[in-house]
């Protein structure tokens, strides 16, 4: 992952795309700097994690930026995400997610809203990034109620 990141840094630096440029060495900083605290590369599934949580922030970012008027930083923010998009995986369906809650609730034999945890852990593992946390457990609720 970060071996792809840089070789799309470097295309964008050879094309002068200075707002690419910038957008990808703060993810490749926020890669780095999660390495340097492990002490040891990171595998595909680490860094996918660090890119959901920032992909996260940028979107919290850019509603706190719309609430505040300040449409010229939550633009910023816009652009960085849509590059960030680019290197996450593509996003499941619905139908996808709730077919793979059904077949965990079925796995656990979950009954009732109280199997939530239970559920949303082993949901994840499965979705890997591929599905935003906050859809899933709206799915898992409905399910479960």
Known sequence: MLSLLQNKLIEAMKNKDK??????RNIIGKIKAKQIDKGADL????CLQ??????KQLKESISQYEKAERN???DVEKFELSILKKFLPKQL???KIRL??????EKINAKSIQDIGRVMG???KDVMGAADGKIVKEIVQEELS
């Open 19 to 24: 707002p690419t440029t910038i957008g990808i």
């Open 43 to 46: 595998t595909d599934e680490e």
């Open 50 to 55: 660090i890119l959901n949580s920032s992909a």
């Open 72 to 74: 010229d930083l939550a």
């Open 93 to 95: 369906s619905n139908e």
């Open 100 to 105: 793979i809650v059904k077949t965990n609730i």
């Open 122 to 124: 082993m949901v994840m």
